[in-house]
């Protein structure tokens, strides 16, 4: 299944961040695997893994942990499209946030693009 986003704003890493993410519900949940985030909105991230996750009908749950500015997000959402290459397969996320989630994402985004842009000056 394809995901058309329409998301107002979008950001994308100039070096994608590593993350940690399951998959599945309660009952039963995958071990823990690693992936890079290539971008985020406040609707969702785009993830690239090594790791094959079997796509069903219906979306997959999914969790996803990151660390952006020494702040730790836990974030919660659905697989709602995926690409399978040879080497890595690529997964649009939906996350199910509240708005205080929405705000501290834009919030350390903020801080990081400055971060960006200062060492970028420096060089």
Do not use: Q
């Not at 309660?26 to 893994?49: F, M, Q």
């Amino acid at each position: 299944m394809r995901y058309r986003r329409n998301d107002s704003f979008r950001y994308e890493f100039e070096e994608p961040v590593p993350c940690v993410f399951t998959t599945g519900n309660d009952a039963c949940r995958s071990n823990e695997a690693d992936g890079k985030i290539h971008d985020i909105s406040l609707g969702g991230l785009k993830l690239i893994t090594p790791v094959a996750v079997p796509l069903d009908n219906e979306p997959t749950e999914i969790e996803v942990s990151f660390e952006l500015n020494d702040h730790t997000f836990f974030l919660k959402g659905y697989i709602v499209w995926g690409k399978n290459s040879y080497k890595y397969n690529t997964f649009g996320i939906k996350f199910i946030l509240d708005e205080a989630a929405k705000t501290e994402i834009v919030k350390e985004l903020k801080v990081y693009s400055r971060g960006v842009a200062v060492i970028k000056n420096k060089a």
